[in-house]
């Protein structure tokens, strides 16, 4: 073989695999400001601010605070509170793609355990009680079992992670 057409095909290999490799340094930039533009992107933080207003606003403090029961039998409230929570959660519920799955599972437990509260005192409560009844066992309640208060908790947690992505 001679040595111009052995030079060509060394030089040949060597411009085909440094052109393979700038296309693959690409490919790999690609992914990287796909990633980054991801990461930057304001949609995450938007969603733990709407989280974070959801847990406030199924808190059951909160949720006593925002709703007169003067009026209305205690059942009546017990099904006002039970559809307002769903809504509220119904309505964030698309947030869960932007926040980690030990997240989103805390706010579910939060609204399944508001639910459980408010359904399990108010079965407890006579059939004539009034809705004031039902605020003030749930707020008694509340205060006996400081566990039950997760809002506190789950807001935190969502207040950690979004603080990360800053």
Not at 81 to 103: G, L
Not at 151 to 166: N, R
């Amino acid at each position: 073989m001679d040595n111009s057409v052995l030079i060509t095909v060394i030089v040949a290999v060597f411009i085909a695999s440094m052109a393979g490799y700038l296309i693959y340094l690409q490919r790999r930039l690609i992914i990287y400001e796909k990633q980054q533009s991801k990461a930057n992107s304001p949609l995450p933080l938007q969603a733990y601010e709407r989280l974070l207003l959801l847990t406030d606003r199924i808190a059951l403090p909160n949720l006593i605070n925002r709703n007169a029961a003067n009026a209305i039998s205690a059942a009546e409230l017990q099904i006002m509170y039970t559809k307002i929570i769903r809504e509220e959660f119904d309505f964030n519920v698309t947030q869960q793609m932007y926040i980690s799955p030990a997240s989103w599972k805390a706010i579910k437990n939060l609204k399944e355990k508001n639910l459980q509260i408010i359904n399990q005192i108010g079965q407890q409560l006579p059939a004539e009680a009034t809705g004031l009844d039902l605020q003030k066992a749930i707020m008694q309640y509340l205060m006996t079992n400081p566990t039950a208060v997760l809002h506190e908790l789950v807001s935190e947690a969502l207040s950690y992670e979004a603080k990360q992505l800053l």
